[in-house]
């Protein structure tokens, strides 16, 4: 079985500051990581993704992520946060391995706040 | 170009009545998948298509689910004798090609159900 955990329901940042919002996995292979964001009244719009390859991650509006195997872990990030990034924030992995590898296995969400 | 649609953006009905939710995914898409998204959690994983036929329901909640894709393309989620329960935003998400796990998959806005 595969599984998603965002420790946090919320953070709240200030306005130019760094972000940090953490997610750790758990899959039976090798993993493929998502993040996804999802405003008000909106559909879940894809940031970045970790496939292979180089641990840190680079996607849209700025944001980064790092694969770090040994802790599970697929924190997302950004250098300096804007009001804008305001939203739910979603975590999510699939099994490469082909256990249950058609699906999304998504956390329960971290609602970021930034602050002006 | 288009993104995934879906209709209707909200759908009130009353508990044992019948309900479709229509989706249409990005033109060319080959995979198709459904996801219900209850309040305060994240999406979890109904059915997944590749082409017309449905390759994984195992998250099927129940025999009052059932979708289709008759043509590979338009996909209809149906629910019979709905419950308080069923009350829920379920959303839509495609990808490229069959399903390969690395895809990304794109979601539409989803649709708002209210069992009353």
């Known amino acids: 079985a595969q599984s998603v955990a965002q420790p946090e329901d919320q953070v709240n940042v200030a306005e130019g500051n760094p972000l940090t919002v953490k997610c750790t996995y758990s899959?039976?292979?090798?993993?493929?990581l998502f993040w996804y964001v999802q405003y008000p009244n909106r559909g879940l719009q894809f940031l970045l993704k970790?496939?292979?390859?180089?641990?840190l991650v680079k996607g849209s509006y700025g944001f980064e992520a790092e694969f770090n195997k040994s802790q599970t872990s697929f924190h997302l990030k950004k250098p300096s946060a804007l009001v804008s990034d305001s939203a739910l924030y979603f975590c999510?992995?699939?099994?490469?391995?082909?256990?249950?590898?058609?699906?999304?296995?998504f956390g329960k969400g971290t609602k970021l706040s930034v602050i002006p | 170009g288009a993104g995934v649609s879906q209709t209707p953006s909200n759908k009130v009905t009353e508990k044992g009545k019948y309900v479709e939710l229509r989706c249409d995914p990005i033109s060319g898409h080959t995979a198709l998948y459904w996801y219900r998204q209850s309040l305060g959690q994240g999406p979890e994983f109904l059915i997944y298509?590749?082409?017309?036929?449905?390759?994984?329901d195992s998250g099927l909640p129940n025999d009052r689910f059932f979708a289709v894709r008759p043509e590979g393309s338009v996909s209809t989620l149906k629910i019979q004798r709905t419950e308080r329960g069923d009350s829920a935003v379920y959303l839509c998400?495609?990808?490229?090609?069959?399903?390969?796990?690395?895809?990304?998959?794109?979601f539409g806005p989803g649709t708002r159900l209210l069992v009353l």
């Open positions: 970790y496939i292979t390859g180089d641990n």
């Open positions: 999510a992995v699939r099994d490469a391995s082909g256990a249950g590898s058609y699906q999304l296995t």
């Open positions: 298509f590749q082409g017309t036929g449905a390759a994984d």
């Open positions: 998400a495609s990808s490229p090609l069959s399903g390969y796990p690395q895809e990304t998959q794109y």
């Open positions: 899959v039976s292979g090798n993993p493929y």
